[in-house]
Antibody, heavy 121, light 110 residues
Framework: QVHLVQSGAEVREPGASVRVSCKPS????????IHWVRQAPGQGLEWMGW????????KFAQNFQGRVTMTRDTSISTAYMELSRLRSDDTAVYFC??????????????WGQGTLVTVSS | QSVLTQPPSASGTPGQRVTISCSGS????????VNWYQQLPGTAPKLLIY???QRPSGVPDRFSGSKSGTSASLAISGLQSEDEADYYC???????????FGGGTKLTVL
């Protein structure tokens, strides 16, 4: 059974950084991309980027380039998303999701429970 | 303003059939497959339909998806109270070189 377990809620001041972890289980960690998606309070979903846990390669959405870092530690099968220079509008629930594909079509099939990041002074 | 356009709300009575539309452009829904997610209040999104019309195991066949040109649709037949949730479409966008979501549709079961 596939599960993605994320780290707990965080509170940061504006200008600080935050790192959220995502630990999948139930499959080979290096076999599937990990995507990060966020949702501001009462708002829709926004894709942030992905990491290939096998190579460490990443791709980021234009809105986050320069502010987001995605890494992984294959020894403990954990992916990380770090967002820097936080602003109040970064307050959101951050989700990790497993990327899967069939033929050349991709989709996110399993999601973590979400991590609330609150940015406030 | 979301790249993919969904109606902000939809509603129906138990047993009814409702459809939710997702409109995009040639750079996203017109050239890539569409996936749909259901999000119950306070929970993570759940994959409902992938590759336009495929249902993951465990998703009731009351849920179906279709795509024509640059528009996709999610249909829910035999509406149940437990279907009350937010629904999102998503597709890859070649111009933005990233995944784009619809703004979400809040489904109310009257």
């Amino acid at each position: 059974q596939v599960h993605l377990v994320q780290s707990g809620a965080e509170v940061r001041e504006p200008g600080a950084s935050v790192r959220v972890s995502c630990k999948p289980s139930g499959y080979t960690f290096t076999g599937y991309y990990i995507h990060w998606v966020r949702q501001a309070p009462g708002q829709g979903l926004e894709w942030m980027g992905w990491i290939n846990p096998n190579s460490g390669g990443t791709k980021f959405a234009q809105n986050f380039q320069g502010r987001v870092t995605m890494t992984r530690d294959t020894s403990i099968s954990t992916a990380y998303m770090e967002l820097s220079r936080l602003r109040s509008d970064d307050t959101a629930v951050y989700f990790c999701a497993r990327g899967n594909y069939y033929d050349s079509s991709h989709y996110f099939d399993y999601w973590g429970q979400g991590t609330l990041v609150t940015v406030s002074s | 303003q979301s790249v993919l356009t969904q109606p902000p709300s939809a509603s129906g009575t138990p047993g009814q059939r409702v459809t939710i539309s997702c409109s995009g452009s040639s750079s996203n829904t017109g050239s890539h497959t569409v996936n749909w997610y259901q999000q119950l209040p306070g929970t993570a999104p759940k994959l409902l339909i992938y590759i336009n019309n495929q249902r993951p195991s465990g998703v009731p066949d009351r849920f179906s998806g279709s795509k024509s040109g640059t528009s996709a649709s999610l249909a829910i037949s035999g509406l149940q109270s437990e279907d009350e949730a937010d629904y999102y479409c998503v597709a890859w966008d070649d111009s933005l070189n990233g995944w784009v979501f619809g703004g979400g549709t809040k489904l109310t079961v009257l």
